[in-house]
């Protein structure tokens, strides 16, 4: 059996159908997700974005432990770990290795910020290089069955077998803890300031192993909510920073609730719209997310720049033909991501509260001889 984390995105409003499913509560934080008959309560858990303690993901550690407090289970596979006799009368079962049996309530304690997540450090090696413009997809698979846990919008520091260290915007989303997605620029494109580090990366060959120290920054989604209300993800990026704003995305697909997203995606001349077909297709398939290009078929101005204003403008328009009352049922958040300086001076202009912007900028890379 894999021990990789694969999960199929859900369309329209990003919510499944709970025919033939279990419902799983959880406690004490409260909220559920649904469950396939057969399918662990990890691996359906995190397909639905709820931030699960694991380690391994094959039954061997342990560190996905919970107790069952109403339901009954099924076990899947045998685990290597031996629960305790008092662990065993008191319910508590491995969620890599245990499926629903019927409608459940667990007892769990989920990873709600970076500091819950212990820093790991995993074998990687490269499995798939896709070139898209002048920026490569590189695709890392963790080798003896490892697993990266981690919340979207965290970064990855790779030591490279030159000797060369640098650290990496997670573009892959937390459900696939068996794969490791970067997105690195050519050192022809100049996209910024990490070419030195992408030289190293894009010269590695499949039988090449690097290490892998993550998750490392504390910039994520704001979960929760205010009395109740979903919230709006305003995500705005420019060039390569739709790397960190894609895992964050492809979480918020998985979330069973009622959360919307809206991406502004201010092209660069040199890496323009790279995944421009991908996030076409997502606003197409999800009805809770907008997707906003500027410029349009990265058709840019004369001397080769967007202004912070005509971006902004656009994001404007977009949110005053949203619903009206959208303001008074919903919360908005904001997420500057390698953005300028300058964008973020147009998103103060709209009124925005500073609790309400999270801004950061691409991870510093370095080399080391």
């Not at 450090?121 to 981690?150: H, N, Y």
């Not at 990366?201 to 909510?225: E, I, M, N, Q, Y």
């Not at 060039?239 to 502004?264: I, S, V, W, Y």
């Amino acid at each position: 059996m894999s021990n990789g984390i694969v999960t199929t995105a859900r369309t329209k409003n990003w919510k499944m159908s709970k025919s033939d499913h279990y419902l799983v509560k959880i406690e004490p934080a409260g909220g559920s997700f649904t469950s396939l008959p057969g399918r662990s309560l990890l691996h359906s858990g995190l397909a639905a974005g709820r931030s699960l303690p694991y380690g391994c993901a094959n039954g061997s550690c342990g560190e996905c432990r919970a107790r069952v407090i109403a339901g009954s289970t099924q076990r899947l596979q045998h685990a290597d770990y031996p629960l305790t006799e008092t662990e065993k009368i008191n319910g508590v079962c491995l969620l890599c290795s245990t499926a629903a049996g019927s409608d459940l309530t667990i007892e769990v304690v989920e990873a709600n910020s970076p500091d819950n997540i212990p820093l790991q450090q995993l074998k990687a090696k490269l499995a798939r290089v896709e070139q898209l413009q002048d920026v490569s997809i590189m695709e890392f698979k963790f080798t003896r069955g490892g697993a990266l846990r981690f919340l979207p919008g965290q970064d990855a520091l790779l030591d490279l077998p030159d000797g060369t260290r640098s650290q990496w915007p997670i573009a892959s989303c937390p459900c696939n803890a068996s794969l490791l997605e970067l997105h690195v620029p050519s050192q022809a494109a100049e996209c910024d300031a990490r070419n030195t580090a992408a030289g190293s990366l894009l010269s590695l060959h499949g039988r090449d192993r690097l290490s892998v120290t993550a998750p490392t920054g504390s910039f994520t989604l704001k979960s929760g909510s205010e009395a109740g209300l979903p919230t709006h993800h305003i995500f705005i990026t420019e060039g390569l920073g739709f790397a960190r704003a894609q895992g964050m995305l492809e979480h918020l697909f998985n979330l069973e609730n009622e959360d919307r997203a809206t991406l502004l995606w201010l092209a660069t001349p040199q890496c323009g719209h790279y995944r421009h077909n991908l996030c076409r297709s997502w606003d197409d398939a999800y009805d809770n997310f907008s997707y906003l290009a500027v410029p349009e078929n990265s058709d840019f101005s004369a001397n080769g720049e967007i202004s912070a204003s005509e971006g902004i403008s656009v994001l404007r328009e977009h949110l005053n033909a949203i619903d009206n009352t959208e303001a008074e049922h919903i919360k908005r958040q904001f997420y500057l991501i390698d953005t300028s300086d300058a964008v973020a001076l147009e998103i103060q202009k709209l009124g925005i509260g500073q609790d309400r912007i999270n801004r950061i900028e691409h991870a510093t890379n370095q080399t080391a001889g």
